[in-house]
Nanobody, 117 residues
Framework: VQLQASGGGLVQAGGSLRLSCAASGIIFSNYDMGWYRQAPGKQREIIASISYGGITNYAEAMKGRFTVFRDNAKSTMYLQIDSLRPEDTGVYYC????????????WGQGTQVTVSS
């Protein structure tokens, strides 16, 4: 099983990024997916999740600038981030949990997002 997160980089405040999480080795459409981030010196926090059926949930602090969506045909989940702020800097991770059995859970390696002011 592999979750390959990509799309991070250095961007100026106010800009946008679209992160991708490409899955392999799983039946993607059976998995609930999530995006997390870990800022320097802080704990990993959830940004958003999307169920196998496409239902989305966002952490309260993340509502408005973050949009999660998925393309099951491409086994890929995305995170659109708009109006980036310096405090969005961190490593962004994706997570997959089998909807029918949460014991099957996997993490990607993360992609670095750096927002300059």
């Amino acid at each position: 099983v592999q979750l390959q997160a990509s799309g991070g980089g250095l961007v100026q405040a106010g800009g946008s990024l679209r992160l991708s999480c490409a899955a392999s080795g799983i039946i993607f459409s059976n998995y609930d997916m999530g995006w997390y981030r870990q800022a320097p010196g802080k704990q990993r926090e959830i940004i958003a999740s999307i169920s196998y059926g496409g239902i989305t949930n966002y952490a309260e602090a993340m509502k408005g600038r973050f949009t999660v969506f998925r393309d099951n045909a491409k086994s890929t989940m995305y995170l659109q981030i708009d109006s980036l702020r310096p405090e969005d800097t961190g490593v962004y991770y994706c997570n997959a949990i089998l909807s029918a059995n949460a014991n099957y859970a996997y993490w990607g390696q993360g992609t670095q997002v750096t927002v300059s002011s």
